[in-house]
């Protein structure tokens, strides 16, 4: 009720408090910016990847606009010296507009990125993009070996999409899912959400696909750290993620001491108030942690 009532207000919020808020979150407006935050995370012994903000675009001059962003960051990446890992959003390249469009775009910057030995992510977004992003991610997976998407341990339909094409050689983050999606299609209850997404790192494991275990929740991390100690999993198999800001600092420390991988999602540029605004939209909750954030840093 609270976090709906920020969100309710956020329009009368000055821009310059929501940046502070999204200060802790985003590592500025700029690629040179968020180059100098992965530079300091990987100095601290974490991987990183990257994310350019955008909203979904609604026409096809807004996508192609979406991809020549993305090919100058794979430009600037494959420059400098971190490593080389992006994330991008299908309905900024125009999923939701054409099928086409959004194939054609996204196949142009992960073939630029092959040649750069840069990998890149396809993030997932709300259930209507589903079937499509998996497709995109199964056509050019079989010519572009350094891609990988997101599995969703919210919806009912996950497991059998991890049957389908978590095979081996193949490269799936697990998370939660953060979209506002029904009942019909998704868990509601957050025991439910934690179980299938147990499971869904126990298939993945066990189909030696490579894995992202994308959380912040400690309940997984213990329960995944688990299986891979009872599987007698190699640290080659799997990461921990989590998002820029998001205050488990001395958690992840503990992981990258111990040998296991850890990478930090560093999402940039200058459309962070959109980016902001939707985020808490799509899932009142956030503004609770953020607020959360704004007194409590460990
Ligand atoms: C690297 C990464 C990539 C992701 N990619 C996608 C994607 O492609 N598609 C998608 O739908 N979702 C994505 N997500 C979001 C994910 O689906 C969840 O919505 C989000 O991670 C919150 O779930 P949780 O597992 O952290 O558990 P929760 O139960 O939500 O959180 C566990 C604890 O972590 C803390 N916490 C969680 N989030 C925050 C925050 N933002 N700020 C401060 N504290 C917080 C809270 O204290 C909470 O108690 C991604 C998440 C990560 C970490």
Known sequence: MFNKLVVALMPLVPRAIVKMI?????????????????????????????????????????????REEYLKLVSDVSKSDIEKNISLKPTALGLGISDKLAFDNISAIISKAHEKGIFIRIDMEDSPHTSKTIQIYKRLRAEFPRIGTVIQAYMHRSMDDVEAIATEGGNLRICKGIYKESAKIAFQDSQEIRQNFVSLIQEMLSRKAYIGIATHDLYLFDASLKLISDMNISPEMYEFQALLGVPIDKRLRELVDAGHRVRIYVPFGSQWYAY??????????????????LFIRN
């Open 22 to 66: 999204s200060n802790r979150y985003i590592a500025g407006e700029d690629t040179a910016s968020a180059i100098k935050t992965c530079q300091e995370l990987q100095a601290q012994g974490f991987l990183t990847t990257m994310d350019i903000l955008g909203e979904s675009v609604t026409n096809e001059l807004q996508a192609n606009a979406g």
């Open 276 to 293: 902001s605004s939707r985020r808490l939209q799509e899932n009142p909750d956030i503004a609770g942690y953020v607020l959360k954030n």
